[in-house]
């Protein structure tokens, strides 16, 4: 089957643009999590979702930041009124219900905010 | 709060030698996963070798194998036969057992294997 899909690979934003990410979950995953990944670091967490439910939000790191999944499957992480601080890569990842607890990766998408 | 170390930023092998990287990590929980995953240029993070913290018995998944120090909260990766398409960065990352936790990873090891 098909693995996590992100889109878009790339996006470029104009500083104050508001701009939407979306994440293909793998089919039948019930978790849900975003990172972000600066350059040259490790992913840091963002928000988690069960189903639909936003059961973590404590890593988005201003309230421009705004994730949903309303129907439990596609995820969508955006950000408004972009800033340069912003650029970073957005790592999707899902997880099926389960004891080993291993998160599935999308190739996520380098934000550049110009 | 847990946090991962990678000491490493960079380490270099020749083609078919073997190489170890480093992690350490620090939580007051008992019961936890620790995980490898490697991150190409393509950006895709791919699971290299999964432990969980309650079993002894260190991993292993084929030319990869890890060196689980529970007390001294180590975990290191072990690469053997290194190939050119191990080249990549490494991650360590835990998770404790709780449901719903993310994972923190450490800040990466860039692996460049020579041939």
């Known amino acids: 089957g098909a693995g996590v899909s992100q889109s878009p690979r790339y996006k470029v934003a104009k500083r104050g643009q508001d701009v939407a990410l979306r994440c293909d979950p793998i089919?039948?995953?019930?978790?849900l999590f975003w990172y972000q990944q600066a350059l040259g670091q490790g992913p840091e967490f963002l928000t988690y979702?069960?189903?639909?439910?936003?059961?973590?939000k404590s890593g988005l790191p201003s309230d421009r930041f705004f994730a949903e999944r309303p129907e439990g499957s596609v995820s969508t992480l955006k950000i408004q009124r972009t800033q340069q601080e912003d650029s970073a890569v957005y790592l999707c990842?899902?997880?099926?219900?389960?004891?080993?607890?291993?998160?599935?990766f999308g190739a996520g998408t380098r934000l550049s905010v110009l | 709060a847990q946090t991962v170390t990678q000491s490493q930023p960079e380490m270099s092998v020749q083609e078919a030698e073997t190489v170890t990287l480093s992690c350490t990590y620090d939580t007051s929980e008992s019961d936890y996963y620790l995980f490898w995953y490697k991150q190409p240029p393509s950006r895709q993070m791919i699971l290299v070798i999964r432990?969980?913290?309650?079993?002894?018995q260190n991993a292993t998944e084929n030319r990869f194998s890890v060196n689980f120090q529970k007390a001294a909260k180590s975990f290191s990766l072990k690469i053997s036969d290194s190939q050119l398409g191990d080249a990549a960065m490494y991650f360590c990352?835990?998770?404790?057992?709780?449901?719903?936790?993310?994972?923190?990873f450490g800040e990466g090891t860039q692996l460049t294997v020579n041939p």
């Open positions: 990352a835990y998770n404790p057992k709780t449901s719903g936790s993310r994972l923190t």
């Open positions: 089919s039948g995953h019930v978790s």
């Open positions: 990842a899902s997880r099926p219900d389960g004891d080993k607890n291993i998160q599935y």
């Open positions: 979702f069960q189903n639909e439910a936003q059961l973590d």
């Open positions: 432990q969980e913290a309650y079993k002894q």
